[in-house]
């Protein structure tokens, strides 16, 4: 019974991603007598473009003393965000956490190696834009509810018809996303002047709906 309540509470948040893990694995915290660490999956995409992707997993699912990198895996669970308090400043840390994680043989099917589904309400005005040759983009950001009063809060990024869709919609209106999640290298301006290369997460979404009250 305890089962079958999990696979309840994944319904509103669920990510399958299948590929090859790209670093070794890095302590994240222990509760409860459980230990957490972070490996990065790299995911390829159709166009040949990989994004690399921060995965939370359990030490009671995979051996986190060995050398995975270049093994494939196939991963199921949730994208979650959490709370970096430091320097001053919060910082919306994300990734996926692992429910299930399995070595594979080969993960030539791109088509279904990164699929993710929201089911949230929208928490913050969209942001709608065309690029300086007139492409449409929106960013939305989306409050995903999780058991014990807690969320998470996934930003997505529409293109589009997509994004002038979303470029209309309200603040606390459901909404229904499938994507997949994807990498972004960028580089941050530090108040020192100095500059620091740095790594953004968000879902690029591929269809959308808006779920009626």
Known sequence: MKLQNDFKVLDNNTVSITGSISSEFRFSHEIFGETFYIVDISVERNSGVFDVVPVMVSERLIDVTNNNIGQKVKVFGQFRSYNHHGDDRNRLILNVFAKEIEFIDSDDD??????????????????YRKTPLGR???DLLIAVNRPYGKSDYIPCICWGRNARYVGGLK??????????????????????GSSQERTAY??????LEVVEK
């Open 110 to 127: 791109c088509d279904d190696s990164n699929k993710l589904f929201l089911d949230g309400f929208v928490c913050k005005p969209p942001v």
């Open 202 to 207: 968000e879902v690029s979404v591929g269809t």
């Open 171 to 192: 603040v606390g209106e459901r909404i229904e996303v499938h994507g997949r999640i994807q990498s972004r290298v960028y580089t941050k301006r530090l108040p020192d």
């Open 136 to 138: 449409e983009i929106a």
